[in-house]
Protein backbone atom coordinates (compact mmCIF):
# COMPACT_ATOMS: atom_id res chain seq x y z
CA UNK A 1 0.00 0.00 0.00
CA UNK A 2 1.97 2.84 -1.45
CA UNK A 3 -0.64 5.65 -0.40
CA UNK A 4 0.05 8.80 -2.14
CA UNK A 5 3.06 8.58 -5.02
CA UNK A 6 4.62 12.07 -7.11
CA UNK A 7 6.66 11.37 -9.76
CA UNK A 8 9.50 13.45 -10.30
CA UNK A 9 11.24 13.78 -7.18
CA UNK A 10 13.21 16.44 -7.96
CA UNK A 11 13.52 18.31 -11.43
CA UNK A 12 15.26 21.70 -12.99
CA UNK A 13 13.50 23.15 -16.05
CA UNK A 14 14.36 25.91 -18.00
CA UNK A 15 12.42 29.02 -17.64
CA UNK A 16 9.81 28.75 -20.28
CA UNK A 17 9.77 25.02 -20.60
CA UNK A 18 6.49 22.86 -19.98
CA UNK A 19 6.31 19.82 -17.28
CA UNK A 20 3.74 17.85 -15.64
CA UNK A 21 3.81 16.16 -11.61
CA UNK A 22 2.49 13.39 -11.54
CA UNK A 23 0.28 12.26 -8.71
CA UNK A 24 -1.42 8.92 -8.01
CA UNK A 25 -3.23 7.55 -4.62
CA UNK A 26 -3.88 3.94 -4.25
CA UNK A 27 -6.72 4.59 -0.84
CA UNK A 28 -9.72 4.86 -2.89
CA UNK A 29 -9.58 8.71 -1.93
CA UNK A 30 -12.45 10.74 -3.49
CA UNK A 31 -10.62 14.23 -3.27
CA UNK A 32 -7.26 15.20 -4.41
CA UNK A 33 -4.97 18.43 -3.63
CA UNK A 34 -2.11 19.90 -4.68
CA UNK A 35 0.06 22.43 -2.78
CA UNK A 36 2.94 24.48 -2.84
CA UNK A 37 5.52 25.56 -0.12
CA UNK A 38 8.05 27.96 -0.81
CA UNK A 39 10.81 28.09 1.96
CA UNK A 40 9.79 29.58 5.38
CA UNK A 41 6.10 29.90 4.40
CA UNK A 42 3.17 27.52 4.87
CA UNK A 43 1.39 24.97 2.02
CA UNK A 44 -0.58 27.16 -0.15
CA UNK A 45 -3.30 25.43 -2.22
CA UNK A 46 -2.80 25.63 -6.28
CA UNK A 47 -5.86 23.48 -7.01
CA UNK A 48 -8.22 20.88 -5.72
CA UNK A 49 -10.54 18.06 -7.03
CA UNK A 50 -13.25 17.37 -4.29
CA UNK A 51 -14.04 14.69 -6.59
CA UNK A 52 -13.94 12.24 -10.40
CA UNK A 53 -14.70 14.99 -13.06
CA UNK A 54 -14.20 17.96 -10.87
CA UNK A 55 -11.27 20.98 -10.11
CA UNK A 56 -11.39 24.35 -8.45
CA UNK A 57 -9.18 26.78 -8.09
CA UNK A 58 -7.19 26.95 -5.19
CA UNK A 59 -5.32 30.06 -3.36
CA UNK A 60 -2.27 30.22 -5.92
CA UNK A 61 -3.68 29.13 -9.72
CA UNK A 62 -1.96 31.24 -12.38
CA UNK A 63 0.87 29.67 -14.30
CA UNK A 64 -0.94 25.88 -13.25
CA UNK A 65 -3.47 23.45 -15.32
CA UNK A 66 -5.18 20.48 -13.99
CA UNK A 67 -6.29 17.00 -15.11
CA UNK A 68 -7.85 14.21 -12.78
CA UNK A 69 -7.27 11.67 -14.74
CA UNK A 70 -9.51 9.35 -12.98
CA UNK A 71 -9.97 8.64 -8.99
CA UNK A 72 -6.59 7.52 -8.32
CA UNK A 73 -4.51 9.98 -10.42
CA UNK A 74 -4.22 13.85 -10.43
CA UNK A 75 -1.84 16.02 -12.37
CA UNK A 76 -0.41 19.18 -12.28
CA UNK A 77 0.92 20.90 -15.72
CA UNK A 78 3.07 23.93 -15.56
CA UNK A 79 2.49 25.38 -19.08
CA UNK A 80 5.44 27.96 -19.41
CA UNK A 81 7.30 27.17 -16.20
CA UNK A 82 9.05 30.80 -14.70
CA UNK A 83 11.68 31.11 -11.76
CA UNK A 84 8.88 32.47 -9.41
CA UNK A 85 7.36 28.38 -9.79
CA UNK A 86 10.41 27.29 -8.12
CA UNK A 87 9.54 25.87 -4.72
CA UNK A 88 8.46 22.23 -3.31
CA UNK A 89 4.94 20.85 -4.59
CA UNK A 90 3.16 18.52 -2.56
CA UNK A 91 -0.41 16.36 -3.54
CA UNK A 92 -2.67 14.60 -1.33
CA UNK A 93 -5.74 12.74 -1.03
CA UNK A 94 -8.95 12.94 1.61
CA UNK A 95 -11.68 10.33 2.07
CA UNK A 96 -15.54 11.18 2.10
CA UNK A 97 -16.47 12.45 5.62
CA UNK A 98 -15.59 14.93 8.01
CA UNK A 99 -12.21 13.24 9.45
CA UNK A 100 -9.95 15.83 7.38
CA UNK A 101 -7.30 13.15 7.16
CA UNK A 102 -5.26 14.27 4.52
CA UNK A 103 -2.56 11.79 3.42
CA UNK A 104 0.38 13.52 1.71
CA UNK A 105 3.05 12.62 -0.81
CA UNK A 106 6.58 13.16 -0.23
CA UNK A 107 6.80 16.02 -2.24
CA UNK A 108 8.49 17.21 -5.71
CA UNK A 109 11.13 19.58 -5.62
CA UNK A 110 11.04 22.12 -8.69
CA UNK A 111 13.54 24.48 -9.68
CA UNK A 112 13.39 26.94 -12.13
CA UNK A 113 16.12 28.44 -13.83
CA UNK B 1 -13.53 29.49 6.49
CA UNK B 2 -12.54 31.25 9.41
CA UNK B 3 -9.13 32.61 9.75
CA UNK B 4 -6.32 31.29 12.57
CA UNK B 5 -3.89 33.40 14.71
CA UNK B 6 -0.77 30.83 16.20
CA UNK B 7 2.23 32.62 17.44
CA UNK B 8 5.43 31.83 14.86
CA UNK B 9 7.25 30.03 17.34
CA UNK B 10 7.93 28.30 20.93
CA UNK B 11 9.69 26.34 22.79
CA UNK B 12 9.64 23.20 25.24
CA UNK B 13 11.65 20.86 26.82
CA UNK B 14 11.85 17.20 26.40
CA UNK B 15 9.13 15.31 28.32
CA UNK B 16 7.23 18.31 29.19
CA UNK B 17 3.52 19.06 27.72
CA UNK B 18 3.71 21.56 24.76
CA UNK B 19 0.67 23.52 24.98
CA UNK B 20 0.42 25.23 21.03
CA UNK B 21 -2.29 27.84 21.07
CA UNK B 22 -4.42 28.90 18.34
CA UNK B 23 -7.15 31.60 17.62
CA UNK B 24 -10.12 31.70 15.57
CA UNK B 25 -12.46 34.13 16.89
CA UNK B 26 -14.46 33.96 13.73
CA UNK B 27 -15.45 30.42 13.49
CA UNK B 28 -18.69 29.07 12.60
CA UNK B 29 -20.78 26.39 14.15
CA UNK B 30 -20.60 24.17 11.45
CA UNK B 31 -16.40 24.54 11.35
CA UNK B 32 -13.89 21.79 12.10
CA UNK B 33 -10.42 22.55 14.14
CA UNK B 34 -8.26 20.60 12.06
CA UNK B 35 -4.41 20.45 13.67
CA UNK B 36 -1.70 19.14 11.26
CA UNK B 37 2.46 19.04 11.78
CA UNK B 38 4.90 18.99 9.05
CA UNK B 39 8.44 17.63 10.05
CA UNK B 40 11.58 19.49 8.44
CA UNK B 41 10.37 19.07 4.71
CA UNK B 42 7.71 16.16 4.75
CA UNK B 43 4.50 16.22 3.82
CA UNK B 44 2.45 17.21 6.91
CA UNK B 45 1.05 14.78 9.17
CA UNK B 46 -2.76 14.54 10.77
CA UNK B 47 -2.73 14.99 14.28
CA UNK B 48 -6.40 15.16 15.37
CA UNK B 49 -9.58 16.86 14.87
CA UNK B 50 -12.87 18.32 16.59
CA UNK B 51 -16.18 20.27 16.73
CA UNK B 52 -17.06 21.44 20.02
CA UNK B 53 -16.33 18.69 22.13
CA UNK B 54 -12.22 17.82 23.48
CA UNK B 55 -10.72 15.25 21.58
CA UNK B 56 -7.85 12.89 22.52
CA UNK B 57 -5.74 10.17 20.71
CA UNK B 58 -2.38 8.19 20.91
CA UNK B 59 -0.59 11.64 19.50
CA UNK B 60 -1.92 14.62 21.38
CA UNK B 61 -5.29 16.25 22.90
CA UNK B 62 -7.17 19.03 21.76
CA UNK B 63 -8.91 21.17 24.06
CA UNK B 64 -11.80 23.77 22.40
CA UNK B 65 -13.08 26.28 24.70
CA UNK B 66 -16.47 26.41 25.36
CA UNK B 67 -17.30 29.37 22.69
CA UNK B 68 -14.97 27.79 20.03
CA UNK B 69 -13.39 31.21 19.94
CA UNK B 70 -9.59 29.43 20.74
CA UNK B 71 -8.28 25.77 21.21
CA UNK B 72 -4.89 24.31 22.32
CA UNK B 73 -3.18 21.16 21.16
CA UNK B 74 -1.45 19.59 23.82
CA UNK B 75 1.58 16.90 23.56
CA UNK B 76 1.74 15.65 26.81
CA UNK B 77 5.09 14.47 26.89
CA UNK B 78 7.22 16.31 24.22
CA UNK B 79 9.94 14.48 22.75
CA UNK B 80 12.65 15.36 19.90
CA UNK B 81 11.01 13.99 17.14
CA UNK B 82 8.02 16.50 17.91
CA UNK B 83 10.37 19.33 16.64
CA UNK B 84 8.23 20.63 13.65
CA UNK B 85 5.61 23.04 12.21
CA UNK B 86 2.17 23.11 13.75
CA UNK B 87 -0.43 24.10 11.48
CA UNK B 88 -4.35 25.14 13.31
CA UNK B 89 -6.64 24.98 10.54
CA UNK B 90 -10.08 25.83 10.97
CA UNK B 91 -12.63 24.29 7.96
CA UNK B 92 -16.05 23.52 7.67
CA UNK B 93 -15.91 19.64 7.04
CA UNK B 94 -16.35 17.02 4.24
CA UNK B 95 -13.38 16.05 1.69
CA UNK B 96 -14.86 18.39 -0.65
CA UNK B 97 -13.43 21.58 1.34
CA UNK B 98 -9.54 22.00 0.97
CA UNK B 99 -7.73 23.03 3.68
CA UNK B 100 -5.84 26.04 3.38
CA UNK B 101 -2.43 25.66 5.70
CA UNK B 102 -1.10 29.39 7.26
CA UNK B 103 2.04 29.27 8.59
CA UNK B 104 1.97 27.37 11.71
CA UNK B 105 3.50 27.24 15.11
CA UNK B 106 7.33 26.20 14.79
CA UNK B 107 7.88 24.12 17.73
CA UNK B 108 11.31 23.47 18.92
CA UNK B 109 12.15 20.50 21.97
CA UNK B 110 14.80 20.74 23.57
CA UNK B 111 16.47 18.36 25.73
Known amino acids: NAGVTQTPKFQVLKTGQSMTLQCAQD?????MYWYRQDPGMGLRLIYY???????DKGEVPNGYNVSRLNKREFSLRLESAAPSQTSVYFC????????????FGEGSRLTVL | DAKTTQPPSMDCAEGRAANLPCNHS???????VYWYRQIHSQGPQYIIH???NNETNEMASLIITEDRKSSTLILPHATLRDTAVYYC????????????FGKGTSLLVTP
Open chain 2, 89 to 100: IVRVGGSGYALN
Open chain 2, 26 to 32: TISGNEY
Open chain 1, 27 to 31: MNHNS
Open chain 1, 92 to 103: ASRDRGNTGELF
Open chain 1, 49 to 55: SASEGTT
Open chain 2, 50 to 52: GLK
